[in-house]
């Protein structure tokens, strides 16, 4: 057996993640950006955030300037008791060995361990606070976690690295690219409320490849030695499955005052193959490539397009 969220609880891990991302932002969260930035489904939003009013972690507001707040700090509020609002009490009265009521009279041999194992886990999440948690995801979107012990099973990712030169100085490039969603990308999906991800289909071939749609984030432009370095991360969304990945870097660098190059250096995940089954490596590398290589190349397009 192996210890995992279900896609429930999941939906309700990434949900409050996304507003304590925004507890202290001036509106409440809305239910776009929280299907949007978290790949929560948008027909099953709304029944996530429930999960978390229900449980006294969030609190929502009616009207035009409406959405979600986090009813407390994410410093006070526990792992345990996300997971438990949409998992429900891991702690359960059936005996571990079958579906009957856990009774004395007729003693488990398992009882105590498990039941020993079941408080060590809730007492891990319980130390646990979601601001903990933002931070981690702060980190790793910025590729400065390093975790220490077990990780994931590993999956496959390739190094890429690409460039294109954009007939644009510095400065308007980092202006449009943080400028709170306002640049477009040819095939843009949406582009909503500055507090939402840009939305936009990428890949080689056309606007559908994969019939995904990509989130992208950008961090705070960091002035470098070669010029200025944007940290990016965009994951494709869907309704289930292993979908393409890339988190790396953007660094603008000038060529002449008029003229600028733009390079983006990461990692991307592949998709999986048909039934789940991984790439063979040389097409993944192949399609990391080129992948990046349309995004770049539409990137530059739009930046170009004032």
Known sequence: MKLKLSKRGDYVVRSA????????APAPTKLRQVSV????????????LGDLVQAGIATSFFGA???????????????????????????????????????????????ETWSAATAAMRAE?????LATL??????????????????????DTVEVSDTVHVERPVARITERM??????????????RDDAEAILVRVGPGSSGWLAKTVAVRLGEPVETAEGVAIAIRWEATGPSGLFPRLVGTLQVA???????????????????????????????????RSTVRSFLRRLARALESD
């Open 254 to 288: 000038e060529l002449d005052p008029e003229r600028s190059e733009l390079t983006i250096v990461g990692r991307y995940r592949p998709p999986l193959g048909r039934a789940g089954h991984a790439l063979d490596d040389a097409v993944m590398v192949r399609l990391a």
């Open 17 to 24: 993640l996304c507003l304590a991302s925004g507890f202290n």
């Open 178 to 191: 943080t400028g709170g969603g306002a640049w477009l990308i040819p095939h843009l999906d949406a582009a």
């Open 37 to 48: 930035e978290m790949g929560v489904p948008r027909t099953f939003v709304s029944q996530i």
């Open 65 to 111: 300037n409406g959405g979600y707040r986090l009813t407390r700090p994410p410093s006070e509020i526990t792992l345990l008791e996300i997971v438990e609002a949409g998992e429900g009490p891991l702690e359960s009265d059936s005996c571990v060995l079958g579906d009957d009521p856990c009774q004395w009279d007729s003693v488990c041999p398992i009882h």
């Open 134 to 155: 933002l931070e981690r995801d702060r980190a790793i979107t910025a590729g400065e976690y390093h975790v220490v012990g077990h990780r994931h099973s590993a999956v």
């Open 125 to 129: 999440l319980a130390s646990t606070t």
